[in-house]
């Protein structure tokens, strides 16, 4: 009786025949370079169709899908290396429109079909989970890497993104009016010439998602645009978790849950996060869509108030804050090594706040620092019992309420992250991070921590880690 195995069938894509098409050779003309890429994506659409669903694939195939991927991507890179300045001044009318993140990568995805994802596309992927998205977003972060490495359009682009948002706009007679107003996941009451935005997302431990990047911003925009309003303040809300019961918490970083389950987007959260309303915090406002080096932007002080935690992104948003006042019970982190990937601006900014070992040890190690610590110095200014918080956060208000403020930290951001710094590491940044969003050691972890985390007492204060990824823990 024969032992031989019967031979396996193969999939045509596991064939010899099923190769990219040859590379196109771009020469520099715009439109017949347009007609090459569009021609080449199309190709490539045509050779990953033939494959399995990705469940199904075979590592030969896994394989192949990824070579088809590389293919394209470097036919979209060669192609925005030599007209990257040209496609942003077509989508933006020549730069006479300020054009946001979404409009700008849809509208592109319109114009040049295949080089970043269609709306319809990225609204197929926000449903299902991040280890069966597309890789489309890293083709986003490619298209910004490029527009944000050329000056010219990095910088209106991020004059662009220092815009009020239609919605602040239409919101602002209300505020204006009556001072309050409850955006959902944020909060803004104005009393007297202060400001104070809270965040609402209580039931995750204040975590960012999408929908808070775009309640802070509204919010954020609404406080630069009321006219009484001199200082800005951010803090937590009061947590309904039952272990913070009745508790404040500032904010515990990124919303894992969301981020396993693919509804954290590369452009509404982690591109508009930083370009959107954290800028906000430093520079102001930005009304027109030119500028010079002596426009002044409406920038206005913001103090922090650091109740119980500010875990990863909460951290990251101090790091940017006027004056930071934390209890004496509270402790920041920033554990970017629990996920994987890169806590936004931090690796810019924190190095210069306590020193590059202080950065990588809270980076690559998640160290804890309490309020009460010697190093929480270079993270807070005032450290207070609890109880006092809300005293010394009324008393730094009032200081920073002089006129003679916003002149002086304007020129204090100016020495500290001029416009080029941060654009050229905005545009290293944008294929960092969608690169990191998709690779397979974050999905792996975010499966096996989502699979894998039981509920267990918290040691050293830190968040009750759950099953639900509500902290970057």
């Known amino acids: 009786m024969s032992t031989r195995q019967p031979a396996q069938r193969l999939h045509p894509s596991d064939t010899v025949a099923a190769r990219t098409p040859a590379a196109p050779q771009f020469r520099g003309d715009h439109a017949a370079d347009t007609r090459l890429l569009g021609a080449h994506l199309d190709a490539c659409e045509d050779l990953a169709a033939d494959?399995?669903?990705?469940a199904e694939r075979s590592p030969a195939q896994r394989g192949r899908a990824e070579h088809i991927d590389r293919d394209a991507r470097q036919a979209r890179h060669r192609f925005m290396e030599l007209h990257a300045g040209r496609v942003y001044d077509e989508l933006t009318a020549g730069r006479s429109r300020q054009v946001r993140l979404d409009e700008l990568a849809f509208t592109a995805a319109d114009r040049y079909p295949g080089l970043v994802p269609t709306r319809a596309r990225a609204a197929a992927d926000r449903l299902v989970p991040q280890s069966a998205k597309s890789s489309g977003e890293v083709d986003q972060g490619l298209f910004f890497a490029h527009l944000l490495n050329l000056r010219t359009p990095g910088e209106h682009l991020l004059r662009s993104m220092l815009?009020?948002?239609p919605r602040a706009l239409a919101l602002l007679p209300e505020f204006r009016r009556t001072g309050?107003?409850?955006?959902?996941?944020?909060v803004i009451h104005r009393d007297g010439f202060v400001a104070e935005v809270t965040i609402?997302?209580?039931?995750v431990l204040n975590a960012e998602d999408d929908a808070v990047v775009e309640a802070l911003e509204t919010a954020v925009d609404l406080a630069l645009l009321d006219d009484t309003v001199s200082v800005g303040v951010l803090r937590g809300s009061v947590l309904s978790h039952p272990r913070y019961s009745g508790r404040r918490a500032f904010g515990a970083g990124i919303n894992l849950t969301d981020l396993y389950q693919g509804k954290i987007s590369f452009v509404d959260f982690m591109l508009r996060r930083e370009l959107g309303y954290i800028r906000k915090l430093v520079h102001g406002l930005h009304q027109g869509a030119e500028g010079t080096p002596f426009d002044l932007p409406s920038g206005k002080p913001w103090v922090g108030a650091i109740d119980t935690f500010a875990i990863g992104g909460a951290t990251q948003v101090a790091?940017?804050?006027d004056r930071v006042i934390a209890g004496s019970d509270a402790y920041f982190s920033l554990p970017a090594l629990a996920e994987g990937i890169i806590p936004g601006a931090a690796n810019m900014r924190l190095g210069r706040v306590v020193g590059r070992r202080m950065a990588q040890r809270l980076i690559f190690f998640g160290e804890h620092v309490a309020a009460t610590s010697p190093e929480a110095l270079t993270l807070c200014d005032e450290v207070v019992p609890p109880e006092a918080v809300d005293a010394a956060v009324a008393a730094a208000a009032d200081r920073l309420a002089d006129p003679a403020v916003p002149g002086n930290r304007r020129m204090v951001h100016l020495a500290e992250e001029p416009d080029d710094l941060f654009r050229t590491y905005m545009s290293r940044y944008a294929l960092e991070q969608a690169s990191r969003m998709h690779s397979p050691d974050v999905v792996a972890k975010l499966e096996r921590t989502w699979i894998n985390r039981a509920p267990a007492a918290a040691p050293h204060g830190r968040p009750e880690r759950t099953r639900k990824l509500t902290a970057n823990v």
């Open 180 to 186: 309050h107003l409850d955006l959902g996941q944020a």
């Open 319 to 321: 790091l940017v804050l």
């Open 200 to 203: 609402c997302n209580q039931h």
């Open 163 to 165: 815009a009020p948002t």
């Open 51 to 54: 494959l399995p669903p990705r």
